[in-house]
């Protein structure tokens, strides 16, 4: 029987308050009174010395400088600034994203604009009336080509066959001024006209090489803004109310005990943004998947799909077209009356402006291949960082942030006292954190914000791969983005590289193993582990017990 009273003096002695290095007298709570009122809260019956903490919901039941009031103040206080921590730390993401879709932007829409100013600088001396009577093909075919762009529901291939279609029609009639040709003879001669091509390979390879081209441009900026709007959606997540408890505890609990000067321990602090921001990190496959498919379609861009020449050229591919058809314009009408008949004769003589031959190609391109270059290689330096924003957010928050000590120092804030931190780092995701010993995480209840952002980077990648191998994801199935089931299954390894399957939305979100559990079920609070110095007291007694049995 001689052990249960050395138990329990040993129980009492462990579990009894410190003082800290001050002995039997109080400490001053002068520190935590400036820090209080720093923050903006009233000193009004905040302690001038230590007293007991038994008060106290989330630090420890020590002596302490903080009333129930003082807590509650100093959780809110830490709620709002870790919130604000995280939207800083987004805000610096978003301004990088929007960065370089602003400078792509700006350059392609520059490159289309000098395109288009070079068409109506040259083509009124070059084609006469031809042009001046018909701008407003060009102007139309201009106008859907950025409409396409900036993201309106528009076919691209559609409306650059209407354009050459169009074109065909009048320059038709301008090179049979002496017949009255009606629309249903229009028609009839498109049909046979098109067939003998008109205008040579240019509308062939033009749409082959615009398409991708456009396509391309259009998800790869698309990309930047789906990015920047994800970091800006997820950054506006609220804490949840043990998230708020844990931040308290690291950030303001050791200036209640007395230790101000006292660093939280790295792996601590660790814990405890793992498991506030569990549901966050499950972020990290798709947002590298889109990163990588970013980088991609930065090298198609600037490679194969040889952007700067093909939205550059333009101008020159149409004058080229013109040129062709009036060189085979005899040939052309031949066979069109062959299949169509003769139109009847027109009563209106014919001008000597129709009589005109129609100028050949004297326009010269001004390439800014090397600023695509530059630009290209930014983004993806720039990517490349971003790659692993989610999963190093609480190194960098607790480094950065809040000021956590160094690895070694075992002489830090654990949450309980100024000491070493025992337990391990939790992994990254929501089922790494069923053993938290720092914040309490539900993880069968995911985040659906989170979970339908993942779900828009699944879809922007989707585009991506897609646009990898020249297909408008737009422009099939709606229900591809949701099912993989479109375009994307037949990307190619070698296109798509490594940060592919062969669908990119028939991923599932990044999922950790649930670490197998020995003796008990997975629920709530039940399937944490106990706090450190609870553990650390049971292990005291229990050896005691074993030498006093002994």
Known sequence: MRFFPWGFWLLCVVSAPARGDSGGKARSCAEVRQLYGAKGFSLSGVPQAEISGEHLRICPQGYTCCTSEMEENFANKSRSEFEAMMKEAGRTVQMTLTAQHRSFDSYFQDLLNKSEKALYDAFPSLYGELYTQN????????????????????NLEEALNEFWTRLL?????????????????????VKHAEQHKPFGEVPRDLKVKATRAFIAARSYAQGFLVGSDVVKKVSQVSLSHECTRAIMKLTYCPHCRGMSSVK?????????????????????????????????????????????????????????AISNLQENKDSITAKVFQGCGNPKISTKGSSSEDKKRWGKVALEAKSSAQALEMLVLDAKGNL????????????????????????????????????????????????????????????????????????????????????????????????????????????????????????????????????KQSGHGISGASSRSLPSAFLLLLSVAFLAVQHLWR
């Open 135 to 154: 701008v407003k093909v060009f102007k139309d075919l201009y106008s859907e080509l950025r409409r396409y762009y900036r993201g309106s529901n528009i």
């Open 384 to 515: 490349t960082a971003l790659k692993t924003y989610w999963i190093a957010l609480p190194g960098s928050l607790c480094s950065k942030k809040i000021m956590a000590s160094s690895v070694a120092d075992d002489k830090c804030w654990n949450g309980m006292t100024k000491g070493s931190y025992l337990p391990e780092v939790m992994g990254d995701g929501l089922a790494n954190q069923i053993n938290n010993p720092e914040v309490e995480v539900d993880i069968t209840k995911p985040d659906m914000t989170i979970r339908q952002q993942i779900m828009q980077l699944k879809i922007m990648t989707n585009r991506l791969g897609n646009a990898n191998i020249g297909n408008d994801v737009d422009f099939q199935d709606a229900s591809d983005d949701m099912s993989g089931s479109g375009s994307g299954d037949s990307c190619p390894d070698d296109v798509c590289g490594k940060r592919l399957s062969k669908s990119p939305s028939t991923r599932q979100p990044e999922t950790h193993a649930i670490p």
């Open 264 to 320: 939280p321990c790295n792996n601590y602090c660790l814990n405890v943004v793992k498991g506030c921001l569990a549901n966050q990190a499950d972020l990290n496959t798709e947002w590298k998947y889109l990163m990588d498919s970013l980088v991609i379609v930065a090298d198609r861009i600037d490679g194969p799909y040889n952007v700067d020449t093909v939205i550059g050229t333009i101008h020159m591919r149409i004058s080229e």
């Open 169 to 189: 029609e009048r320059l038709f009639k301008l090179m049979n001024p002496q017949y009255h040709i009606t629309d249903e003879y229009l028609d009839c001669m």
